[in-house]
């Protein structure tokens, strides 16, 4: 029997259902009456709370980018012995997020959603991209000056760095390979590095 949207917190019951839908069948793979079907409700109930499956999708992602915010600003402020470790940890942190979280993490950089769309989504996405700009620039602050990129430009190869091997490795999309994500990230991430010249050539 439907419960109705009486029933509990039937926003977070969509969230959830839409989760796990998303998980099977990615962000684009199912429809609002499917999500509604899933947490046992009408579909009349579920525009109550929400315009479409996008508004649906964005608040799955506006929780994924607060948790993934979060363990961010962790990662780079958890008493690293160097920026550079701390910037290292940041991509670690990035996988795990992507481990724990699958179906938010393909809310957030999957679904095609656009935050300036949503301005809740826009707010919190900003916070993360703020906080991946900022352990880039302190890492950079060991280069001079004149050799110095802008921090946001590193922060961006870094995120498609850290995404590639996401989609690539982590989920299988490229294929056996015989090391582990982690280390197929720190050694991209050190070829980066060192062209930069951030790391030395022997390190």
Do not use: C
Request: aromatic share 8%; charged share 20%; hydrophobic share 45%.
């Amino acid at each position: 029997m439907k419960r109705g949207y009486h029933h509990g917190n039937l926003r977070e019951a969509l969230v959830a259902a839409a989760l796990e839908l998303i998980t099977g069948r990615g962000p684009q793979g199912f429809t609002l009456s499917e999500a509604a079907k899933a947490a046992q409700v009408t579909p009349a109930a579920v525009y109550r709370h929400f315009a479409g499956r996008d508004d649906l999708l964005a608040e799955v992602a506006r929780q994924g980018f607060g948790i993934f915010a979060a363990l961010l600003d962790y990662a780079w402020d958890d008493g690293r012995p160097t920026k550079l470790a701390a910037f290292e940890a940041t991509g670690r942190a990035w996988l795990a997020f992507a481990r724990k979280y699958p179906g938010h993490y393909q809310a957030m950089f999957e679904s095609g959603l656009q935050p300036g769309n949503h301005p809740d989504l826009a707010i919190v996405s900003g916070r993360a991209r703020a906080l991946m700009d900022r352990a880039a620039e302190g890492m950079l602050e060991a280069l001079p000056a004149t050799r110095r990129p802008p921090a946001s430009m590193v922060s961006a190869h870094i995120q498609a760095i850290n995404h590639g091997m996401v989609e690539l490795y982590l989920r299988g999309n490229g294929g056996a390979q015989p090391w582990p994500v982690e280390d197929l990230l720190e050694a991209g991430i050190g070829i980066y590095l060192r062209g930069l010249g951030v790391l030395a050539p022997d390190d």
